[in-house]
């Protein structure tokens, strides 16, 4: 078995494995904010992250098939290295940096030097990644990375509130293979009163101001983040402890994704959210814009990005359900608007 990497500094601990590049633990003092689900867990997702239909995709006037990796949906889900063994090249008491060399492969046949850099501070894991062309040729890339987190020891995700602050959400067919972008209606919040048993019901899906999650069913995609001053979008899950996990994106991300493990052993379901910050949206090689919906790496060029994890409490700026969320410790505000949710 492969040896983790513990990380510490002060009252923060994480468990970083080299399978993957994951982070599988993180904590503050006794607050779980990371934990393992046996689905993923915090594993970077490249050279795509989610799903490609069929994994069959057209770049630069070539047809790729990708191997199909989950077959009850027909796709090939969360890359090539989630997997796979990182070599770990550098490390303190508090960081980690760990390479894989991603060779040209069925269905990708393009080569890219990766590396991911993890700095643990008091109350915050920092993740930087960076995917760098060593093939001849532009290749499209994408970068996801997949961590749990939970909503306080022994909570379930219901008992949480959520933000995830961006202005469109990807309608799925029963793949989850996007089918339509829709814009949330700024006009309309969700009501008091509202239920639905139905997963593909828009209004349930809406998070731009805190909120409670309670029974919603997710594994969905938003796109157009909103960003702060600093050009970072941060999502939010408020456990029922009042204590605030504040997940942040770096300005090369254009998606966020969140999971609430409906479809996990029952010992785990619901125990826990992925969210997940992406470089582009499900399926975007095949349905999307190069440039514009997913990278395109010319050779000898890199994509860089940077993501965060942070724990804050009741006193550090936290809002109440409902009204505008603003920065919290030193995190710059996002710019939500708090008239509607998701």
């Not at 990497?5 to 779980?32: K, N, Q, W, Y």
């Not at 199909?68 to 949906?73: D, G, K, L, V």
């Not at 940096?97 to 990708?108: A, K, M, N, Q, V």
């Not at 995190?331 to 939500?336: E, L, Q, S, V």
Request: charged share 25%.
């Amino acid at each position: 078995m492969t040896a983790t990497i513990e990380l510490a500094c002060g009252e923060s601990t994480a468990v970083i494995s080299p399978i993957g590049a994951s982070l599988v633990r993180f904590s503050v003092g006794d607050r779980p904010i990371v934990v393992p689900m046996n689905a993923f867990d915090g594993a970077v997702l490249a050279p795509w992250p989610n799903r490609i239909d069929a994994g069959r995709f057209d770049f630069a006037g070539d047809s790729h098939r990708l191997p199909i990796t989950e077959p009850e949906r027909d796709t090939a889900l969360h890359g090539l290295v989630a997997d796979v063994e990182w070599s770990v090249v550098e490390r303190t008491e508090s960081t980690v940096s760990l390479e894989y060399s991603l060779e040209p492969t069925e269905g990708y046949p393009f080569a890219f030097d990766l590396r991911v850099d993890a700095e643990l501070a008091e109350a915050e894991l920092r993740m930087r990644a960076r995917a760098r062309n060593t093939g001849s040729a532009p290749a499209p890339f994408g970068f996801g990375f997949h961590p749990w987190l939970s909503p306080g020891d022994g909570e379930l995700v219901d008992e949480a509130q959520l933000v995830i602050p961006a202005a469109h959400w990807y309608e799925t067919d029963e793949r989850l293979i996007p089918t339509a972008v829709r814009p949330f209606d700024d006009g309309t919040a969700v009501p008091a009163d509202h239920a639905s048993d139905d997963s593909a019901c828009m209004v349930c899906k809406d998070f731009r101001a805190l909120r409670l999650i309670g029974g919603t069913i997710l594994d969905d995609a938003y796109d157009s983040p909103r960003r702060g001053d600093d050009g970072w979008s941060r999502a939010r899950l408020k456990g029922a402890d009042l204590r605030e996990v504040v997940v942040g994106m770096g300005p090369g991300f254009r998606t966020w994704q969140a999971c609430t493990g409906d479809g996990l052993n029952e010992d785990l379901a619901r125990r826990a959210i992925a969210i997940e910050p992406m470089t582009c949206p499900p399926n975007a090689f095949a349905a999307g814009a190069a440039g514009e919906d997913f990278d395109v790496v010319a050779p000898g060029d890199e994509l860089a990005v940077e993501w965060s994890i942070a724990l804050t409490g009741v006193d550090d700026g936290i809002a109440e359900s409902g009204s505008p969320i603003s920065g919290s410790g030193s995190a710059a505000p996002d710019g939500a608007s708090a008239d509607s949710d998701a």
